[in-house]
């Protein structure tokens, strides 16, 4: 099967080519861990097809440059398993487009999964290179080669040194006790918990410890947050906030929008994300946010970079309804009210209250 064809079968598509599909809000509530074929898809090129002693270089900034195979890897290094909650700045864009269009894929609820990543800790590999003074990024390449409006280049991102070295960032070939699937990034990919999916480069070739950030342009001119009063077209990219750590967001998955349900009792469902960050209250209501229940929730309390789950049940009386989530984090914030609040032109970041719309009766 290819990896279009998995997509199909399991995921809502998005777009074939580059292959984007996202899962399916009841497949995002069934189990803590999305299983890999369930998992959202965001490629922006074709997928390569890479040989298992498909070679990573490391270089740059470091005494001792060299390359791995993911055999050579899992020799040198500690095995190390992080579980991880990955998403796209993208997520939810689509309720930013009923404010106004924007630019990017009409994500729903479901460009993100939570999964248990497999490899080496990043820090490990960069001490057995030796890291040099003046080191300050360390840039990824992948073997895709991407279009940023009109501009083609291998996929290239980075993160600061200081995040490169926490131990929960992975070079990793394996997802939920399995090996990665092309689609996904085999033979490794990077993870880095917390951040925008876009710095988890996938089908690396290159490590690269750097003075400064990388210029390739999915890290020089995208990925970055604006005001609502810029346009694409007026954007300084150096002046846009680099997307990195993820805030807090929360979304509704079961029922789903515009969905007919039996009145009575009815379970709300979905997930919130605080990264890093408990997500220390989670809020529904079902009268379009005049009164607020307390759902309850489910998380794992040793794996600080995982979701949270969450559900209530309620007695829905036969009629329109405008059910609203909203989360709280540890540190009292909560998500914005309203899209028209934090609308850019990318669709980057949206984390207003999610709001749908069921007939119960
Ligand atoms: N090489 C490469 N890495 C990439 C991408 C890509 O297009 N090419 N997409 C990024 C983005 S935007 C996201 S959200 C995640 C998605 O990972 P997944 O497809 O495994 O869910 O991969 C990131 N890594
Ligand atoms: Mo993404």
Known sequence: MTASDRAEQNLILRCPEPLNAETPPDKLITSFLTPQANFYIRSHGPTPELADDHRIALDGLVDRPRSYTVA???????????????????????????????????????AIGNAAWTGVALCDVLAAAGIQDGASFVGTTGADDVDVDGETAPFGASISIAKALEPDVLIAWGMNGEVLAPEHGAPLRLVVPGYAGVRSAKWLTRIEVRDRPSDAPIQAKDYKLFPASVAKEDADWDRGLTIEEMPLNAAICAPVDGAHIGAGACEIAGYAVAFGRAVSRVE??????????????????????????WHVTVDLSPGLHVLVVRAVDGAGQMQPERPEAIWNFAGYLSTAWHRITVTAG
Not at 83 to 95: F, S
Not at 294 to 309: F, Y
């Open 72 to 110: 050579e890897l899992q020799t040198a290094f500690a095995t190390r398993t992080v579980t991880a909650t990955m998403q796209c700045a993208g997520n939810r864009r689509a309720h930013l487009q009923d404010v106004e269009k924007t630019s990017g894929d009409p994500w729903d609820v479901g």
């Open 284 to 309: 529904v209501s079902v009268n379009d946010g005049t009164d607020w229940l307390q759902a309850e929730l489910t998380s794992q309390p040793d794996s600080p970079w995982s979701w949270t789950q």
